[in-house]
């Protein structure tokens, strides 16, 4: 199926690693140009490297900080003159009792999932209602369905499931549409330095994790499944499709 991405320009924060990347590389291969900024100058260098390629921009930025998310665009727009995609995939593992999290820990969380997604779809909607574009956001499973001990990140990612519920309805008149993915338990960098951690090999820390997970279907999911699925929700082939939250996690979600 041809996505009909070739020519279009598609932004992806935390896109230097893991689901990002897998992205980034997916809707490369479908021949969009690719904006990817991450905070780690390594992850940054290596995503340079996977998407030499074809037409990328890499960039250093921290998504908390309004003058990196100024530059992003800025440098997208210098570059290309357009925007056609957002996604917003910055984040990180954050939940822990709710005893055990201070209120800066709460802040860090809520800059980082919710108020960057804020920032950065301000910053883009000028290049977005352009082109009629389509904005993608990276929640969890949790949003829907939060387990204890999920906190903060479970509250901060269903505030980003109402924000983007919220943008479906307010940008649907400009025909730009807004979804998300929800993932449950998916190969990504996170786990790979987690097994690293743990001194367990890559492919029997994914086995054994699963293994005590439930998810029906038995195993993680991969990085190409997520990216095969976020590709479509940007294209064109997806153009009736805006407001939904669907679940990526292979069957383990309680919540429809």
């Not at 809707?27 to 996977?50: F, I, K, N, T």
């Not at 939060?146 to 479906?168: D, H, I, Q, T, W």
């Not at 929800?182 to 987690?194: P, Y």
């Amino acid at each position: 199926m041809d996505l009909e991405l070739s020519g279009r320009v598609v932004l992806v924060t935390g896109g230097t690693d893991g689901l990002g990347r897998a992205l980034a590389e997916a809707l490369a291969r479908e021949g969009a140009s690719v904006a990817v900024c991450g905070r780690d100058p390594e992850r940054v260098r290596a995503a340079e490297d996977a998407l030499r390629r074809g037409d990328a921009l890499v960039q250093q930025a921290d998504v908390t900080d309004p003058a990196d998310l100024e530059g992003f665009v800025g440098a997208a727009m210098a570059r290309w003159g357009r925007i056609d995609g957002l996604v917003h995939n910055a984040g990180r593992a954050a939940a822990g009792p709710i005893e055990s999290i201070g209120d800066d820990g709460w802040e860090s969380d809520f800059q980082l999932k919710l108020m960057a997604a804020v920032r950065l779809t301000r910053l883009a909607l000028p290049g977005l209602r352009a082109t009629r574009g389509s904005i993608l956001f990276t929640l969890a499973m949790a949003a829907k369905a939060p387990g204890g001990g999920s906190e903060p990140s479970s509250v901060n990612r269903a505030a980003g499931m109402a924000l983007m519920k919220a943008l479906s309805k307010e940008l649907a008149p400009a025909g730009i549409r807004v979804n998300a993915v929800l993932v449950g338990l998916i190969e990504s960098g996170q786990w790979v330095r987690a097994a690293a951690r743990a001194g367990t090999g890559l492919d029997e820390f994914y086995a054994r994790s699963a293994e005590g997970s439930g998810i029906p279907l038995g195993r993680f999911g991969r990085a190409e499944e997520f990216a095969d699925l976020g590709a479509f929700l940007l294209s064109a082939r997806a153009s009736y499709l805006t407001g939904a939250a669907i679940n990526l996690d292979g069957g383990l979600s309680p919540a429809v």
